[in-house]
C-alpha cells in the first residue's frame, strides 16, 4: 500500500496524508479510463479529484526512503530538493544543509534535557 501525501498549492505545507495504490498497478477509472502504473500517474489521478481542491501529490513512504521521511500534516514539501521537512519546532532553531532543525546550541550528550526557546538553551529535566 502506498501513501500520498497532499500539498497546498499556495503554501507548499502539507494538509493530508492519504493510502492509496501502490504505483506499479493499472486500474480502470470509473469512466474506464486507465490509470496508475506509476508514481507520477497516481499522484495526477489523486490530485485532480473533485473533492481536493487546490492541492498537488506526491508520493511518501513509511520506512523514510522516499522524499527523506514520511510526510504529515503540517509539513513543508521542498519542490527543489524533493524533500519533505517537518514543522519547525522552535522560532530559534534552522534548517541544516540535511534538511533537518538545529538548535542554535548543540544539545548534550548526557542525561535528559529539553529545550528552553525563552533562554535559548538546553535545561536539565
Same mark, same amino acid.
Given at each position: 500500500?502506498?501513501?500520498?501525501?497532499? /500539498?497546498?498549492?499556495?503554501?507548499?505545507?502539507?494538509?493530508?496524508?492519504?493510502?492509496?495504490?501502490?504505483?506499479? /498497478?493499472i486500474q480502470s477509472?470509473?469512466?474506464?479510463?486507465?490509470?496508475g502504473g506509476s508514481?507520477? +500517474?497516481?499522484?495526477?489521478?489523486? +490530485?485532480?479529484?473533485?473533492?481536493?481542491?487546490?492541492?498537488?501529490?506526491?508520493?511518501?513512504?513509511?520506512?523514510?526512503? /522516499?522524499?527523506?521521511?514520511?510526510?504529515? /500534516?503540517?509539513?513543508?514539501?521542498? +519542490?527543489? +530538493?524533493?524533500?519533505?521537512?517537518?514543522?519547525?519546532?522552535?522560532?530559534? @532553531?534552522?534548517?541544516?544543509?540535511?534538511?533537518?532543525?538545529?538548535?542554535?546550541?548543540p544539545r548534550p550528550?548526557?542525561?535528559? @534535557?529539553? @529545550?528552553?526557546?525563552?533562554?535559548?538553551?538546553?535545561?536539565?529535566?
Amino acid at each position: 500500500m502506498a501513501h500520498y501525501a497532499l /500539498i497546498n498549492t499556495d503554501t507548499n505545507i502539507v494538509e493530508q496524508v492519504i493510502a492509496g495504490v501502490d504505483e506499479n /498497478i493499472i486500474q480502470s477509472d470509473l469512466d474506464g479510463t486507465q490509470v496508475g502504473g506509476s508514481s507520477e +500517474a497516481w499522484e495526477e489521478f489523486y +490530485a485532480s479529484r473533485p473533492w481536493f481542491e487546490n492541492v498537488y501529490c506526491k508520493r511518501t513512504s513509511y520506512n523514510n526512503n /522516499i522524499r527523506k521521511q514520511y510526510a504529515g /500534516i503540517g509539513y513543508k514539501y521542498d +519542490a527543489d +530538493a524533493d524533500v519533505f521537512i517537518t514543522p519547525q519546532p522552535y522560532s530559534s @532553531w534552522s534548517l541544516d544543509e540535511n534538511f533537518d532543525w538545529q538548535p542554535p546550541t548543540p544539545r548534550p550528550e548526557d542525561d535528559v @534535557w529539553y @529545550w528552553d526557546e525563552p533562554s535559548l538553551s538546553w535545561v536539565e529535566a
